[in-house]
Every structure is written in structure tokens, then in C-alpha cells.
């Protein structure tokens, strides 16, 4: 079946600007999470969405990140004002639950961010 | 208390040789750990995960050894391949919260003819 899906796969943007990045997750999956990827670093979490429940925005960076999920499905990742410092990939994965036997994340191939 | 410290940053090995990553960790409480595989512009992707009930676990040419006392973790790749040569992230969580997984910082595998 179809995997995890992010568009657009590069956004060049000017500083200052806003950007809206989306996610398609495998379908009834029902966690969704965000991640950051700098060049040469690992992947810094960002945001979780389990469900129904309040997400977890532990990871956001600064107040300039947020994100939302609609309907259980899609997800958007909004950066406000954007920085140079905000340049990287941008790293969205799922999995059907968060406990138990089916905690595989499964990533999509990333939106990389450039901001000149 | 929440990194994971992975090593080397990168590393090159010949055709049919063994490749070795390793990782360390500080929360106790962490008992899921993955491999995670990433070739260029595609996102990683699960390789072999391992808990710490066991001390090794093999799946193919991949193999992770687990040394819970000294809090270590490493993959070993035997019989290398070039098709290998893509970038390894280590990952640890709880088992029961993995919503973060937290990564370490990826090491570029590059396997040469």
C-alpha cells in the first residue's frame, strides 16, 4: 500500500516568510509524529499526535512552530516567520499505535527547507 | 540523560568487510532499541530493533549486540556490501512510550568495491 507521503519535497523560501508543510500518513494509522533533520545531525523530535488526544509539542523549538492534525489523518506543520536557522529537512512518520506490538515508525521522505 | 551518543560519524569499509556502529545511552528506563536506515532524499527506515531481554539479535547480515550493563548498543554489518552504504541512526525509547524515539546523530556508512 501506499507509504507516508509529504509535500512539497523542497520549498525554498525568503526569510521572514511563512511556510505550511503537509504530511499524508498511512492510512489508519493512528500516531503521527514530526521530526527535524539538520545537516549532519540526527533527527530532533518535534511533535506527536496520538489519536484523539492533546499532541505533544515538547519538541517544538520556539513558539514560530505548530502543527495540526485533521480528521485523524493529515497533518500540517506551520513555521511562522522563518529563520535561516529553520533550513532542514523536515521528517514526518506514522505508526499504528505508540504502545504495544505496532510501534514501527514509518517515514516519509522529507520536505527539505531552504531559507535564503 | 535523554541523548544517544553514536559513533563513528562516518565510516568506510571494503566490499565483504565488517561494519560496526555503536551507541550508547544514559536513561536506564530506555528498553526498545532500532536501527534505522537512510539512503539519500528517502526518510530512514526500520532495520532491526532489539530489546534488552536478550543480548543479540541477527536478522540476515545484520546483527545488534546488546550490553545493557554498560548501557551499549551496536550493529554489526557482515559481508558489507556496497548496496549498504546509506546513513545508520541508532534510536532509543521506552518500550511502552515510543512515541520519542530519541535518535542519535548518524553515521555515514559508505562500503566500497
Known amino acids: 500500500g501506499a507509504g507516508v507521503s509529504q509535500s512539497p519535497s523542497n520549498k525554498v523560501t525568503e526569510k521572514g516568510k511563512d511556510v505550511e508543510l503537509r504530511c499524508d500518513p498511512i492510512s489508519g494509522h493512528t500516531a503521527l509524529y514530526w521530526y527535524r533533520q539538520s545537516l549532519g545531525q540526527g533527527l530532533e523530535f518535534l511533535i506527536y499526535?496520538?489519536?484523539?488526544?492533546?499532541?505533544?509539542k515538547s519538541g517544538l523549538p520556539s513558539d514560530r512552530f505548530s502543527a495540526e492534525r485533521t480528521g485523524g489523518s493529515v497533518s500540517t506543520l506551520t513555521i511562522q516567520r522563518t529563520q535561516q536557522e529553520d533550513s532542514a529537512v523536515y521528517l514526518c512518520?506514522?505508526?499504528?499505535?505508540?504502545?504495544?506490538?505496532?510501534?514501527?515508525?514509518?517515514f516519509g521522505p522529507g520536505t527539505r527547507l531552504t531559507v535564503t | 540523560q535523554q541523548q544517544v551518543k553514536q559513533s563513528p560519524q562516518s565510516l568506510i569499509v571494503q566490499k565483504g568487510g565488517i561494519s560496526i556502529i555503536n551507541c550508547a545511552y544514559e536513561?536506564?528506563?530506555?528498553?526498545?532499541f532500532p536501527w534505522y536506515q537512510q539512503f539519500p532524499g528517502k526518510g530512514p527506515a526500520l532495520l532491526i530493533a532489539?530489546?534488552?531481554?536478550?543480548s543479540e539479535k541477527k536478522e540476515g547480515r545484520f546483527t545488534i549486540s546488546f550490553n545493557k550493563s554498560a548501557k551499549q548498543f551496536s550493529l554489526h554489518i557482515m559481508d558489507s556490501q556496497p548496496g549498504d552504504s546509506a546513513t545508520y541512526f541508532c534510536?532509543?525509547?521506552?518500550?511502552?512510550?515510543?512515541?520519542?524515539?530519541?535518535f542519535g546523530t548518524g553515521t555515514r556508512l559508505q562500503v566500497f568495491p
Open positions: 532489539i530489546r534488552p531481554d536478550v
Open positions: 499526535f496520538q489519536g484523539n488526544s492533546a499532541p505533544d
Open positions: 534510536a532509543a525509547s521506552t518500550l511502552y512510550n515510543t512515541d520519542k524515539l530519541i
Open positions: 536513561n536506564t528506563a530506555f528498553d526498545y
Open positions: 512518520a506514522s505508526s499504528l499505535e505508540n504502545s504495544g506490538l505496532s510501534y514501527e515508525q514509518y
